[in-house]
């Protein structure tokens, strides 16, 4: 008896993996999937899945570039239905953007309604625009009914899909492509339809032919915005040899000319995939922010076409250098990334060359010119069969006649009626009667017999015997030309140059929107001038406040002014300066930021935070803030009583971070930063010690913690100071009056001693000022 009942449930199959195997696997399945079904385009028809099953969808639903239009809404809805399971807003982005001539350069959905802008505004809803093909779309799908490419089950086995477009001209260099994939991601520019031909054309004279010998035909990408490429040739072959690199694109502008010597500069055309309303507010944020100090307005003037006007705060000012320091700051400038990583015979992923990609196609156009050359020779055979069956009808009408009158079955007998024997009728035209020899023996195949039967009555005229014959001798002689085609590879390259000549004609420069955009020429990087050379000269009075709002009033005004603060707020800095001054903020972090003083804020309000305007952090105090003096020295140094003196010059910050200056440990702060003004230091701790030695002991560094400037038992250093030592030590009383101490004889010493108590009346807060 066995040990197992007949009802116990059989064993459960070991399911389990290792976590490691099953996720690298589930997710090298995702990666392809992205690769190849969503992120990369094909070399050969340069569409991605999406692209490729618009416009098969369109031409399902006979949306010829001559006909009417639909709404986009059924366009994006028949293609999530039938061939594109995803979101139909993705759809119709993508389909949307087909249709947007400034980010497409020829344009393959020919849209009606509101398609999006320059500004970067977003196309209006599905169900209110409209759109169908384009002839460059058409020329795309040439040949698609011919058996041209091979075709695949849509996602769900109802229908079937192109795997790829026969693809008349190079469309992933016409139009580009960007995408992100899994691991890598493909930047592509636009270029233009006479210079990729030229370059095929080449292509197919020189096969071997070099990366730099393309560039004479090829000289750089061209986008549909226009623009000027300033990239140095060399560059642009290296980019193309690689297929990495990048371009510098920059906007078209001209000096305007006014009335009474003024002049304003006029942007025509801005780079690609730059989006003007955004540009605008980026250079009116410059205007705002003082960076650019010589620019005074800008204002948008633009119709159908793209016009800036740039307005100088001075006519004087050279458009060169503004120019340049647009270039520089802003999106007129900008860098295009090449990338081509595309699908070779899209299967593979491959970062190409441009030969390569010219080659991919050229060799794509061949097997595309293989299959229709094969399928017209299948329709010829077949019309052939047709015509002898109807020549051998003709020439036998009266039997035919006979048999579909009198016969049960007319389609057998004539199958089965040896035409090989039977008499032909006379006719006194026996010029161009010609007795056809019947197929296999004189019987007719199915085809021939089916076309015998449906054959109309009014073609059973004399003249259509003519008729045919002249067909069937047309076919034969085409057929011929065919099977020459088919053997000879020369051949077969001279008929794809000849179809480029024709799409070259179609879409060159001859078409309209076909001659080049996008220009070349030198980079003329303007000179670095300094901003102070270019900033008005104006005396302003700069005040900060204790919790750090600062502000610049006009003029010099009386620095025991009073002015009004914030509610607990109250005066802390305040002095003179001018707009061409740059402030240096010395934090208790030890870091030191610089401002331009062009910068503040007027004084009619309570000014603005400066931690706004510098990375200042929460945690860290003003310490010091004053004008800056190119070749001055500053003598720094912490809480802990550490410090150096540093050329001021090397201080000054070019960004909002700062510079670290002085370098803090444990608790420690940073707390002096004055101007040397003498060849003594002072220095007092919070034990209301003082100690008095050379400067010539501290050390000159450009950053670093410092050396001890004096001993401490307890606590640390509270001010200090230089002065030279001729004219004594100042210091104010408590009642605000000025003392000094000429003879420091008991407080001079070496650095880092603990020194001597302050003289009497020293202040009680231990400060010198």
């Avoid at 309604?113 to 002839?135: I, K, Q």
Wanted: aromatic content about 6%; hydrophobic content about 40%; charged content about 30%.
């Amino acid at each position: 008896m066995s040990d197992m009942s007949d009802d116990a449930p059989a064993p459960v199959p070991d399911l389990t993996e290792p976590l490691r195997r099953a996720i690298g696997e589930r997710y090298l399945s995702y990666a392809m999937s992205t690769i190849m079904g969503r992120a990369l385009p094909d070399a050969r028809d340069g569409l991605k899945p999406v692209h490729r099953r618009i416009l098969f969808a369109m031409r399902e639903l006979k949306l010829s570039s001559s006909g009417g239009f639909r709404k986009s809404a059924k366009i994006s809805g028949d293609v999530m239905g039938n061939y594109h399971p995803h979101g139909d807003a993705a759809i119709y982005d993508a389909m949307a953007r087909l249709a947007q001539d400034f980010n497409v350069r020829y344009p393959l959905v020919d849209g009606q309604g509101n398609f999006g802008n320059v500004d970067g505004d977003n196309p209006a809803a599905s169900r209110y625009t409209e759109a169908r093909m384009t002839a460059a779309a058409e020329a795309l799908l040439e040949g698609l009914g011919e058996d041209a490419v091979d075709f695949r089950d849509n996602y769900d086995g109802t229908l079937r899909e192109p795997v790829v477009l026969p693809a008349r001209f190079p469309n992933l260099l016409a139009n580009g492509s960007s995408g992100i994939a899994v691991g890598m991601a493909t930047n592509i520019p636009p270029h233009n339809i006479e210079e990729l031909i030229g370059a095929c054309l080449h292509l197919i004279k020189a096969p071997n032919a070099r990366d730099e010998t393309l560039l004479d035909h090829i000289p750089g990408p061209d986008f549909p915005t226009g623009g000027v490429i300033v990239e140095p040739r060399e560059n642009i072959a290296e980019a193309y040899r690689t297929g990495r690199g990048s371009f510098r694109l920059r906007a078209r502008w001209e000096s305007e000319e006014l009335n009474r010597g003024q002049w304003q500069i006029v942007l025509t055309e801005i780079p690609f995939q730059v989006a003007k309303s955004r540009l605008i507010e980026k250079i009116a944020d410059l205007i705002q922010s003082k960076k650019v100090p010589i620019l005074a307005d800008v204002r948008d003037e633009s119709t159908d076409d793209i016009r800036i006007v740039l307005e100088p705060r001075s006519r004087n000012v050279d458009p060169q250098v503004l120019m340049g320091m647009l270039f520089r700051q802003s999106d007129l400038e900008v860098r295009f990334s090449l990338n081509m990583n595309v699908l070779i015979d899209g299967l593979t992923p491959r970062v190409c060359s441009l030969r390569e990609v010219l080659r991919a196609f050229l060799d794509h156009r061949r097997e595309v010119l293989l299959r229709r050359t094969r399928y017209r020779l299948g329709k010829i055979d077949h019309r052939l069969e047709v015509l002898e069956g109807l020549i051998v009808a003709f020439l036998n009408l009266d039997r035919v006649i006979d048999i579909i009158r009198y016969d049960d079955d007319p389609k057998a007998a004539l199958m089965a009626e040896d035409w090989g024997r039977t008499h032909v009728r006379a006719t006194s035209e026996a010029d161009y009667v010609s007795p056809l020899p019947a197929k296999g023996e004189g019987e007719l195949s199915d085809v021939q017999a089916e076309a015998i039967l449906n054959m109309r009555l009014r073609s059973l005229r004399r003249l259509e015997e003519i008729e045919l014959t002249r067909e069937r001798d047309a076919l034969m002689e085409e057929r011929a030309e065919l099977e020459d085609l088919m053997e000879d590879e020369g051949r077969q390259w001279g008929r794809i140059a000849e179809e480029l000549r024709e799409t070259r004609k179609q879409f060159g420069h001859g078409a309209p929107g076909g001659v080049r955009r996008t220009t070349f020429a030198d980079a003329e990087d303007a000179p670095d001038v300094p901003i102070e050379a270019m900033i008005e000269r104006e005396p302003i009075t700069v005040v900060c406040s204790q919790m750090g709002w600062i502000r610049a009033l006009s003029g010099h005004v009386a620095l025991d002014k009073e002015l009004k603060f914030k509610d607990g707020d109250g005066p802390r800095f305040m002095f003179h300066a001018q707009t061409t001054d740059r402030l240096l903020i010395f934090g208790s972090n030890g870091r030191i930021y610089t401002l331009p003083a062009v910068n503040l804020p007027g004084g009619r309000g309570m000014g603005d935070p400066l931690r706004l305007m510098v990375d200042l952090p929460n945690e860290a105090q003003i310490v010091a803030l004053f004008v800056h003096v190119p070749g001055r020295k500053l003598l720094v140094a912490s809480s802990a009583g550490d410090g150096f003196i540093v050329p001021e010059d090397d201080v000054v910050a070019q960004t909002r971070s700062g510079k670290q200056v002085l370098n803090l440990r444990g608790e420690a702060r940073a707390l002096v930063c004055k101007p040397v003004a003498g060849d003594h230091v002072a220095c007092v701790g919070e034990n209301r010690k003082v100690v008095v030695f050379a400067a010539e002991e501290l050390p000159e560094m450009a950053r670093g913690k410092g050396v001890r400037l004096q001993k401490f038992r307890d606590g640390g250093l509270s001010d200090a100071t230089t002065f030279n030592l001729a004219d004594g030590l100042s210091w104010k009383d408590p009642a605000g009056r000025t003392r000094t101490e000429t003879d420091l004889t008991e407080w001079l010493g070496k650095r880092a001693s603990a020194g001597r108590m302050a003289p009497r009346g020293f202040p009680r807060d231990n400060r010198f000022t």
